[in-house]
């Protein structure tokens, strides 16, 4: 879990706008404090606010960040922040003026949500010392989110529905979302050996995999029903089935046979770093590109949060434009303070492709 205050799941444009833009979290306070760096509409957002926020943006897309922006963190991502924070005060404020209500009992669902991924009310609670919150802070950036959520689904009106033919468009000319590699499908029966295991066990394990085998061949079980009674991974009580896969999503030596037999066809003993498998390919997908078809509801889906997307950054640019926004200290003196010169422009932005297109 990167981090407990993104474990909610809101609107996908409110997320992307304000998700990070939360009181409380712990950051690196060494060379920043309560200097307050703007207002908006007299409410002050201090050094320390920006440097909190900057901290959680870098938490939430670990693994995305090149070493290089993560080393100059608080001057690459200064201006995002300080968009972020300004439109988290102007929703904030605005969920107020139209008297927006705390959802206590979604708060309450999300607060049980997470000690039910973590197992224990001793795991929860180490949980929040990990990430440095109490749970009264957690509640309250739960309680803002779901505000704002809440806000914009009555503030703003719903994308229409894209038609036939923008839908076509966009698969037409966005053909390399839509690539997809071989792959097949295949079930597994799995006898376990451990590493250290003699080699008399292991010889008892294949001679009894090529007894089940030999089972198989004959007609005497199917193979789903030998995975079922012997199969020692978790696939057992699905038939051993696992699903489709690529190439590089399981160890070499599986994937090696899986990818060499045709539909239909079982293989021979295989030995891999978990023990002996036999394998059964069922389907092959070749290397192709999805049909219109199969990700016409996903491109749909997509355009409609792209819409959406524009229409609350519609929304939040009018409370922008009638707001009172004071810079306090320039982008000048905080880049001075924490990089020398500014970012190049763009270097803040994270590539994300569209992966649920995919």
């Known amino acids: 879990m990167k981090s407990l205050r993104n474990t909610i799941t809101l609107t996908a444009v409110a997320l992307a706008l304000i998700a990070w833009a939360v009181p409380g979290f712990a950051a690196d306070q ?26 959680q943006f870098c938490l939430a897309n670990a693994g995305r960040i090149p070493p290089a922006q993560m080393q100059n963190k608080y001057a690459t991502f200064f201006s995002g922040a300080k968009r972020r924070l300004t439109r988290a005060e102007l929703l904030d404020a605005q969920c107020a003026k139209l008297n927006i209500p705390t959802p206590t009992d979604q708060v309450d669902e999300l607060i049980n949500e ?26 309250e950036t739960y309680a803002k989110q779901l505000r704002f ?47 250290n295991a003699s080699g008399a066990d292991r010889q008892k394990a294949k001679d009894e995999l090529a007894a089940i085998r030999k089972d198989i061949a004959s007609g005497k079980t199917s193979f789903a029903d030998a995975a079922k009674e012997h199969s020692q991974c978790p696939s057992a009580p699905q038939g051993g089935d696992l699903g489709y896969f690529g190439r590089g999503q399981m160890v070499k ?32 997908k070749e290397a192709g590109v999805r ?13 409609k949060q792209q819409e959406q997307q524009k229409l609350v950054e519609e929304y939040i640019d009018g409370l922008e434009k009638d707001a009172k926004i004071e810079t306090v200290m320039s982008d000048d003196a905080w880049q001075k303070k924490y990089g020398g010169s500014a970012p190049a ?3 803040q932005q994270i590539q994300i492709d569209p992966d649920s297109l995919k």
């Open 30 to 55: 060494s060379a920043g404090g309560d200097n307050v760096v703007l207002k908006v509409d007299g409410k002050a957002i201090s050094e320390k606010d920006i440097k909190e926020d900057i901290d």
């Open 114 to 139: 997470v000690k039910g991924q973590v197992g224990s009310d001793e795991q929860y609670q180490a949980l929040l010392k990990q990430q440095n919150i109490t749970e009264k802070e957690l509640r």
């Open 149 to 195: 959520q809440n806000l914009l689904k009555q503030e703003v009106k719903d994308p229409a529905e894209p038609s036939e033919e923008e839908l076509k468009k966009f698969y037409d000319t966005q053909q390399q979302f839509f690539k997809q590699p071989e792959q097949v499908k295949a079930s597994h029966i799995l006898l376990m050996v451990d590493e």
């Open 253 to 284: 030596p599986f994937e090696d046979v899986a990818f060499t037999l045709k539909p239909g066809e079982m293989s021979d003993i295989v030995e891999t770093q978990f023990g002996y498998h036999i394998i059964k390919v069922t389907d092959k």
């Open 291 to 303: 049909s219109f078809d199969e990700v016409k509801d996903r491109i749909s889906e997509f355009l």
């Open 345 to 347: 422009a763009g270097s």
